[in-house]
T-cell receptor, first 118, second 115 residues
Framework: GAVVSQHPSWVICKSGTSVKIECRSL??????MFWYRQFPKQSLMLMAT?????????EQGVEKDKFLINHASLTLSTLTVTSAHPEDSSFYIC??????????????FGPGTRLTVL | AQSVTQLDSHVSVSEGTPVLLRCNYS??????LFWYVQHPNKGLQLLLK??????LVKGINGFEAEFKKSETSFHLTKPSAHMSDAAEYFC?????????????FGTGTLLAVQP
């Protein structure tokens, strides 16, 4: 149980285009999902917290107009990187909380999406 | 402020020898602590977690960690390393004992296992 998927697993795009990444909780309801970014050989940095049906909360230094997050259902959150540039190339990872789980503070992670912007 | 420090960026052991990955935390409140493992190009997998129950926590694949409040440490150990243990390991703290959503990640320790 508690499986989180991401699609696509990798994507290459041209500079200036937009890319959408999906995060799905497959067997549980996730009222809260999180988006992280991981640069090569570095740790995960939280970008934003996404609550179903409301606006996402962004961490300091993360541009909300560039990284659009939508959490329209209890099983799906999307991250859209708008007008992508090479410096946006990174590994994007989502996670989700199962609010019905006994250990509600545990997050389940997706496999990640590697974005390369040319 | 809450933080996590992983004292070693790289650890190399021989197969069959013990593993010790060190982690110190800073938290104003009773934290929840986790160890995650990340294999190349794969998602994070939870190894074990401490949530104010037993201080010695047993996880998957033979790993365990001991919460020591006096030392603010949560070191990860395994008696005998296996080749498949080679991966990146992250120590993670969830402040306020889980009342908040955020996870704070350490910088990671890359474990190499030599044959």
């Amino acid at each position: 149980g508690a499986v989180v998927s991401q699609h696509p697993s990798w994507v290459i795009c041209k500079s200036g285009t937009s890319v959408k990444i999906e995060c799905r909780s497959l067997d549980f309801q996730a009222t809260t999902m999180f988006w992280y970014r991981q640069f090569p050989k570095q740790s995960l940095m939280l970008m934003a917290t996404s609550n179903e049906g409301s606006k996402a909360t962004y961490e300091q230094g993360v541009e909300k107009d560039k990284f659009l997050i939508n959490h329209a259902s209890l099983t799906l959150s999307t991250l859209t990187v708008t007008s992508a540039h090479p410096e946006d190339s990174s590994f994007y990872i989502c996670s989700a909380r199962d609010v019905l789980a006994r250990s509600y503070n545990e997050q389940f992670f997706g496999p990640g999406t590697r974005l390369t912007v040319l | 402020a809450q933080s996590v420090t992983q004292l070693d960026s790289h650890v190399s052991v021989s197969e069959g020898t013990p593993v010790l990955l060190r982690c110190n935390y800073s938290s104003s409140y009773s934290p929840s602590l986790f160890w995650y493992v990340q294999h190349p190009n794969k998602g994070l997998q939870l190894l074990l977690k401490y949530t104010s129950a037993a201080t010695l926590v047993k996880g998957i694949n033979g790993f365990e960690a001991e919460f020591k409040k006096s030392e603010t440490s949560f070191h990860l150990t395994k008696p005998s390393a296996h080749m498949s243990d080679a991966a990146e390991y992250f120590c993670v703290v969830s402040p306020y004992g889980g009342a908040t959503n955020k996870l704070i990640f350490g910088t990671g320790t890359l474990l190499a296992v030599q044959p």
